[in-house]
């Protein structure tokens, strides 16, 4: 899908706020009301773009994640759609590198990801797990930075959550309906979950859609503390996620970039970082799932409320 500076304006704004309306986003990018409306539904029409809310992972409970490299005997695509059948796994992808699927995981507890870990080494034409335990979200463009304020919440914010995971742009009007609420208080509610860090809503953009349709896995080894590897490499633009981690490696993250050339250019510049001792990649050949609208909220959903 080719888009003019226009489209790539309105999908910029929307990545920082998907509830934008649509007067304020016409004012920003310079449109009628109209004219922004009807780019907003090209672009949600042809699936290059998802508006979603993300709700945080303690929301649900999802206190424990990890990223898993997984060899295969075999063919790797029906292993790969196996882990993404896996509600445990929010993200999985077909790679070129030492290992030809990469997932995450992400569970309530330990326990809970131990036993998900085991349970992909289980499956068919899985010959290798190799798991780095994550210590600590550093940079994550969908992951809300700071814990959520903390809120009582009961089944009717659930299902507010719930609504806007599957369309974070739902007027306030329909929601309502949904959810069995005046607009008013619907509104209200939707506003302060926001507000309190619950949940964001933001677009979801395949990478490719904005010319940055290189991405590039990597583990980085360090010598001494991570952490001043970790902030000079999160300040880096072409570096959209960073983690850190326990296992092989004390740094997990991906590049995202515009060409073959600035991923092997920033690898060589990450190589140069003090502290940096060695740096593992993977290019990402195929996204075969990515979804966050994951975990089982408290309270039974199906009371009336």
Do not use: N
Not at 20 to 33: F, K, M
Request: proline share 6%; hydrophobic share 45%; charged share 25%.
């Amino acid at each position: 899908m080719d888009l003019d500076q226009t489209d790539l304006s309105v999908v910029r704004e929307l990545q920082e706020d998907g509830r934008l309306t649509y007067e304020t986003l016409a004012q920003r990018v310079g449109l009628s009301r109209p004219a922004t409306r009807a780019r907003v539904q090209r672009l949600l029409a042809t699936g290059a773009v998802r508006v979603v809310a993300i709700v945080h992972p303690a929301v649900r409970g999802l206190t424990a994640s990890a990223h898993l490299s997984i060899d295969v005997e075999g063919a790797a695509a029906p292993v790969a759609r196996a882990v993404a059948a896996l509600p445990q796994a929010p993200f999985v992808t077909l790679t070129a590198g030492q290992r030809p699927v990469m997932a995450e995981l992400r569970t309530a507890g330990f326990g809970a990801l131990d036993e998900a870990i085991e349970r992909v080494r289980s499956l068919p034409g899985v010959t290798v797990v190799d798991p780095l335990l994550s210590t600590g979200q550093i940079k994550d463009p969908y992951l809300l930075p700071d814990e959520p304020d903390a809120l009582d919440l009961d089944a009717t914010d659930h299902r507010i959550l719930a609504e806007l995971e599957h369309d974070g742009r739902l007027p306030f009007a329909e929601l309502a309906e949904r959810v069995g609420l005046s607009p008013g208080a619907t509104r209200s509610r939707t506003l302060r979950l926001l507000d309190a860090g619950v949940a964001k809503v933001v677009a979801l953009v395949r990478p490719e859609v904005l010319g940055l349709g290189h991405l590039c896995g990597f583990a980085v080894r360090v010598d001494g503390p991570a952490a001043p590897v970790a902030r000079r490499l999160a300040r880096w633009e072409r570096v959209s996620f960073l983690s850190t981690c326990i296992g092989r490696a004390q740094l997990v993250g991906t590049i995202t970039a515009e060409s073959l050339g600035a991923v092997l250019e920033t690898q060589e510049r990450m190589r140069d970082v003090a502290g940096v001792r060695g740096v593992e990649s993977w290019l990402h050949m195929e996204l075969v799932k990515e979804r966050y609208d994951m975990g089982t909220p408290p309270t039974d959903l199906s009371d009336d409320t």
